[in-house]
């Protein structure tokens, strides 16, 4: 096996790299520090993580931890990968202790976003673990706190249809050595001058590859790849910023599927955030199927998070068209976001606008031009525009609309009614963000 094209062009390079990234690394074809090929997490490490980032806890609040993290249950591996995400990403868990005189309820943190170096990051090769039909020795797996949270399989380049091969050998681990998975948020196939990752129970098509870029500034080492794949998602702080910002549990039809970022929503997502903080606005250009709804999810999680400062923001999620905004307002109930409220109408934007509390609403653009605060029916202007002969146009001076609505009669336009109205102001916060989808059609001119 030593002598293997497989492990001497993708597994002993990917080993390499792990290690130039700061991991430690051990081969457990030679030396494995369990007892039992039962065992998935290593509780040594979990146990000095646990101690490490939460230095208040006592001996019993930390059994009842690593008590809680471990015995996780569930009906499918979907539902207890789920649960070990929400318990690994924050403050789920809060057990109650005396610190300083006052009992209260202090969360405890099982991997410490802020601080990387105060974690525990391991690679591993051969690690055997028990299965239904025969062990699974996966290629790699990647230890964080003793949480095995990647699995990585290697393939020769020069084998036929490696990827192919590697997305199988994925599928059987998962089928068959279930537990390996509980903790997992990415699974990768690796064959050098290709790599594919996704998340549990991904069909192959919607594993994807990381494009780089001249911006990413690469280190000399990274050639393949391989490499760039391994150096983009596995770097210290990259792994932690996905698994605590980039992971989507979707309801889709009454199932829950998994969901990782393509490259081109990290990219745009923590561009997007950086800019926000320096005070500025911008734009994001997408392709039609690209994932913009999914990205502005990414991007509202982020700013809802309370380290990168927008404090308890209000983030309005905008767009033109009905189904659109039906379409963003699912997605972000679908994908577990708090506190999302559709504006059903004039008067509720207007209510929601007021409320300085932070949260996230979605609207159309429309609602923003009606006159009548007791309708509960907003006309979609692109659809008018395009099924009618009615034209209204809009002038702004000072705090004053003046909408002038004109007909097609005889070839020409000819104004049939004009309206004054006198605009006030809704809300005066300044941590309201405004997401707008389709920009291009329809936020030009008045409308911008």
């Known amino acids: 096996m030593i002598s293997s094209p ?214 000399d080492y990274i050639k393949t790849e391989q490499d760039k794949l391994i150096y983009q998602l596995f770097k210290k702080d990259r792994l932690l910023d996905i698994i605590r910002h980039f992971v989507i549990f979707e309801l889709d039809e009454g199932k829950i599927i998994k969901k990782l970022p393509r490259y081109q929503q990290i990219r745009a997502t923590n561009k997007v955030i950086d800019t926000l903080q320096s005070g500025d606005g911008g734009v994001v250009w997408h392709t039609q199927g690209s994932g913009k709804s999914i990205t502005m999810a990414y991007v509202t999680r982020k700013l809802q998070a309370t380290e990168f400062g927008f404090d308890n923001p209000t983030v309005m999620v905008m767009t033109d068209r009905k189904d659109l905004d039906r379409q963003i307002t699912n997605t972000f109930r679908n994908i577990g976001l708090k506190n999302v409220n559709q504006a059903s109408s004039v008067r509720h934007l207007d209510k929601l606008l007021r409320n300085d509390y932070g949260g996230i609403i979605t609207t159309m653009i429309q609602k923003f031009q009606e006159t009548d605060p007791s309708s509960e029916e907003t006309n979609d202007q692109t659809e008018q525009e395009e099924l009618s002969n009615q034209l209204i146009e809009k002038q702004i001076e000072g705090k004053v609309l003046t909408k002038i609505t004109k007909e097609l009669q005889g070839g020409k336009w000819v104004e049939v009614g004009r309206e004054s109205i006198n605009l006030e102001e809704l809300s005066s916060k300044e941590n309201l963000y405004i997401l707008v989808d389709e920009a291009h059609r329809s936020h030009y001119g008045f409308m911008a």
């Not at 646990?50 to 591996?77: C, D, F, M, Y």
């Not at 591993?124 to 699974?136: D, L, T």
């Open 6 to 219: 497989e492990y001497t062009l993708s597994e002993k390079p990917a080993i390499d790299l792990f290690q130039q990234l700061g991991y430690q690394y051990f081969n457990a074809a030679n030396a494995d520090p369990r007892e039992e090929i039962t065992t998935t997490i290593l509780e040594g490490r979990l146990r000095a993580a646990i101690q490490r980032i939460n230095p208040w806890i006592n001996e019993n609040n930390l059994n009842k931890a690593i008590h809680k993290i471990t015995s996780v249950r569930g009906n499918s591996l979907m539902e207890i990968n789920q649960q070990c995400w929400n318990l690994i990403r924050g403050s789920e868990y809060a057990p109650k202790q005396i610190i300083n005189g006052v009992e209260e309820h202090t969360p405890v943190y099982f991997i410490d976003y802020l601080n990387p170096e105060n974690n525990d990051f391991l690679v591993v090769n051969q690690m055997k673990f028990h299965g239904k039909y025969r062990h699974s020795v996966p290629d790699l797996v990647v230890f964080l706190n003793g949480f095995p949270l990647a699995v990585l399989e290697c393939k020769s380049p020069n084998a036929l249809g490696a990827w192919d091969t590697a997305y199988s050998d994925l599928v059987f681990y998962q089928e068959n050595s279930e537990k390996l998975f509980h903790f997992n948020q990415i699974c990768v196939g690796l064959w050098q001058v290709g790599a594919r990752y996704g998340a549990i129970n991904a069909p192959q098509q919607f594993y994807s590859f990381y494009r780089t870029s001249k911006e990413d500034n690469l280190p």
